[in-house]
């Protein structure tokens, strides 16, 4: 199947690109790195009436850090996972990026558009609401800041207006004692994860933050106290008490209950993981 007509239009600036998504708001889908739009249009799963690409603002492409590691909505995934800015600032986003699809669609998928998806299984999306970050929306009328835990609606919903663009993406800096864990379970490399957990254990301040994906329809982040001298039995414990919790959905890959199970699995293990990796650097 091939996509419906639209009309094609290409940025060259963000203020081109803002004037447009202005004028034509809902009729517009963005084009970043194309490797789930193109599907879905092939599919007609979406039938816009305008392609914008904005493949060529250059300015959305950057990566710096202050306080803040900063990402330009533009930023290739095989780029944020060789950059050392990245991996000194938000190891977690570097331990997950190599589970986000395939070596060939790293090098055209970008960090925006992943999130913009915001599939409820996605790697970028689920690290950002883990560690707490932000998501910068711009408008002809206006910039804002989104926390991630708020911008994810529902499975490929977000409160993304239709007159407006994601341009950055806001990372947390790291702490000394921070130490992180990502794992997560798919039929085959590459494939939609089917539960995906992110974890950040802090050891100094005794406290512990785990995010789920792939489980519900948005990512689920929780946090509790913790130490390095918890034994294995009450990790056990915890993942699943932090299972019950969790909203699971069934689909054609898994059911409610095997992915709670799963949960139980992988959140045991990356609390475990994040916990030796502060051991061994004690």
Request: proline residues 3%; charged residues 25%.
């Amino acid at each position: 199947m091939k996509p419906a007509a639209f009309k094609y239009m290409r940025a060259d600036s963000l203020e081109e690109a803002l004037s447009v998504l202005a004028k034509y708001g809902d009729d517009v889908r963005v084009m970043a790195g194309g490797q789930s739009l193109g599907a879905m249009l092939n599919m007609r799963i979406v039938s816009p009436s305008i392609l914008l690409d904005i493949n060529r603002i250059f300015a959305l492409s950057k990566i710096e850090s202050s306080d803040t590691l900063v990402t330009g909505a533009m930023v290739r995934q095989a780029d944020a996972l060789s950059d050392a800015i990245v991996r000194r600032e938000a190891g977690l986003l570097a331990q997950a990026l190599p589970h986000v699809g395939h070596y060939q669609t790293r090098n055209r998928g970008t960090l925006g558009g992943s999130v913009a998806h915001a599939d409820p299984s996605a790697e970028i999306a689920l690290v950002l609401a883990t560690l707490g970050g932000e998501i910068e929306l711009r408008s002809a009328r206006r910039v804002r800041r989104v926390a991630a835990k708020q911008f994810f609606r529902s499975s490929l919903v977000t409160s993304r207006g239709g007159d407006e663009l994601i341009t950055a993406l806001y990372w947390p800096g790291a702490s000394p004692d921070q130490r992180t864990a990502f794992v997560e379970f798919a039929v085959r490399e590459g494939d939609f994860a089917i539960v995906a957990i992110a974890c950040v254990f802090q050891e100094v301040a005794g406290r512990m933050r785990l995010g789920f994906g792939g489980c519900g329809e948005v990512p689920q982040v929780v946090e509790i106290p913790i130490t390095t001298g918890t034994s294995t039995r009450s990790v056990e414990e915890i993942a699943q008490h932090l299972s019950k919790q969790l909203e699971c959905r069934s689909d054609l890959l898994a059911s409610s209950d095997y992915r709670r199970s799963l949960a139980t699995t992988l959140a045991r293990n990356a609390m475990m993981a994040s916990m030796e990796k502060a051991r061994a650097d004690a």
